[in-house]
Each structure stands twice: as structure tokens, then as C-alpha cells.
């Protein structure tokens, strides 16, 4: 028999129904809740993230701003831009699509947004307050992956948890947020010589790479947890993630879970987004 599936469609469907029921909450009490999206360029994958965003908010009553560059926006024209958002009430999270063009210093732009509205989760100070365990927004695709891991029932504390990736979006908070959680956290990247060492010692595997078949059926152990941050292309053009699913969900068995690609984190990064939008105007007074 193989692993049971981590539906993050479900999951996200149903915290998105709580979401409504707190945006109207807010919108009654003459605070709805607001989101702007900047997207620089014609990325195609980026425009198909900030449609899904914009629809997520719409669906889910908040009030959501779309504006769209031509790629040869100046970063002082940016960086306006992102300062005039600071400033309207109207407004709670801030969200610039990445990657920006190469002349734009994506370091400067995301530390222009107010921290109260930085509902990426990706500056300094957000990552500080993670850092150091303090309340703040918390980056959305490993905070979603947390509620994936959440939803198999597993009690985190004293499981030994293997991330693969280090990247500052995703690798490094997704330890960060373990490690919250109590579990004995190893991070794995590119450097480690040998991956299968410890993922077939993990109670929970996280992986967020960007390469196919990075995880394998020989390299977890049977009742595990697996988490597919991964959006990749297969030989035949379809969306895949970092792991070898069918041969892997079936390596973990019964007692296993495994996220699809696509329908596992995808979804939840965007529910995780509103999450932090709402958080951000529940704390406006």
C-alpha cells in the first residue's frame, strides 16, 4: 500500500472559509482588509502566481490592488511606488512579485515595505522576529508546509526533521519554524555529501530545491512524513516537484504521508498569504 496524500487543496479550502469569515468580520467593523501586488516584467510563471493571489483575496472578501510594470520601470519608480502603499490605510500587506529585473536591488525593494505590511515574510526584521521566536509575518510557503505537516497528525516535538535547501525564503525559515515546533532539525543543500545519510533517518523530509527526483524511494524510510516544495517540468511537460512521487510514496507505505505536485504547498502558500494580510490588519487600531 502506498503513503496517504497531504491534500493541500482541502486544507487551504478549508482555512480559506475561516478567512471569509474573519475579512467580514473586519470589512463590518469598517476595516477590510487590503492587499497590493506589484508584478515588474512579463514573467509568465509570476503572472500566473499574482492572478491566483488577486483571485484568492477576491474570493475570500479582501480588498486587493493589482498594478503591473513594464519591465524597464526604474527602482526609483519602484521604490515610489512601494512608499505610496506604506502610506494608505487602506492597504495591510504588500506584496512585490519576485524575481524583479536584474537592475532593480531586490534587497533594497523588499526592505522599502513597512514591516507591518511585509506579508512575504522575506525582510530582516521578519526574519529576526523568526529568528528569535517573536511574534511577526511569517514567509508563507514554509509557514503553509508547517500547516501541511500539521494536518497528518504528527506531534513535531523531539522528531528528527530533514530540510533540503537553504534558500532564505524557504530552506532556512522552514528549519527556523521546526525548530519552533521542537523537532531536531537538519538542513541538507548542495554542499552535504551524503543526502541519503540523513533523510533516511527523518521523521519528516522537507524538500525545496528546484531539481527533479533530488528525493528517491531509496532515501526515506517507511512511515515518514514527505513535504514537495519543488516546481519543476517533467520530459513531457507536466508541473513535478524535487520528488520521485510515485516510487517514494510508495517506498513510505501505509503509515507515510506524501504532498502531490501540484495540490500540496502550492495552494497553501497563497492561503498562507492571506493569512498574514489579515493578521496584519487585525493588529491596525
Not at 16 to 35: D, E, F
Not at 121 to 135: D, N, Q, R
Not at 241 to 267: K, M, Q, S
Request: net charge neutral.
Amino acid at each position: 500500500m502506498t503513503a496517504q496524500l497531504i491534500d493541500g487543496l482541502a486544507l487551504s479550502r478549508d482555512m480559506r472559509a475561516q478567512l471569509g469569515q474573519r475579512a467580514a468580520a473586519l470589512t463590518a467593523a469598517g476595516r477590510r482588509p487590503g492587499l497590493a501586488v506589484i508584478l515588474v516584467g512579463d514573467d509568465p510563471a509570476s503572472a500566473v502566481y499574482v492572478r491566483n493571489k488577486v483571485k484568492a483575496c477576491e474570493e475570500q472578501g479582501l480588498h486587493s490592488v493589482l498594478e503591473r510594470y513594464d519591465a524597464t520601470l526604474t527602482e526609483a519608480a519602484l521604490l515610489a511606488r512601494v512608499a505610496a502603499l506604506n502610506a494608505d490605510p487602506a492597504i495591510h500587506g504588500i506584496l512585490v512579485q519576485m524575481p524583479l529585473p536584474r537592475h532593480i536591488d531586490s534587497h533594497r525593494v523588499i526592505e522599502s515595505i513597512a514591516t507591518e505590511k511585509d506579508v512575504d515574510g522575506f525582510s530582516v526584521h521578519s526574519a529576526g522576529c523568526l529568528m528569535a521566536g517573536l511574534p511577526g509575518l511569517r514567509p508563507a510557503t514554509p509557514y503553509g508546509c508547517m500547516k501541511l505537516i500539521e494536518s497528518t497528525g504528527l506531534d513535531l516535538r523531539g522528531k528528527h526533521a530533514v530540510v533540503i535547501g537553504r534558500s532564505n525564503t524557504v530552506g532556512k525559515p522552514m528549519a527556523l519554524l521546526l525548530l519552533q515546533a521542537h523537532a531536531t532539525v537538519t538542513v541538507c543543500h548542495s554542499a552535504t555529501p551524503d543526502l541519503a545519510l540523513h533523510t533516511r533517518a527523518a521523521d519528516v523530509v522537507v524538500v525545496a530545491v528546484g531539481r527533479r527526483n533530488t528525493l528517491r524511494a531509496d532515501m526515506v524510510k517507511p512511515g515518514a512524513v514527505v513535504v514537495d516544495v519543488g516546481m519543476n517540468r517533467n520530459d513531457e511537460g507536466k508541473l513535478c516537484g524535487d520528488v520521485d512521487f510515485p516510487a517514494v510514496r510508495e517506498a513510505l507505505g501505509p503509515e507515510g504521508w506524501i504532498t502531490p505536485v501540484p495540490g500540496g504547498v502550492g495552494p497553501m502558500t497563497i492561503t498562507m498569504l492571506l493569512v498574514n494580510t489579515l493578521q496584519a490588519a487585525e493588529a491596525r487600531t
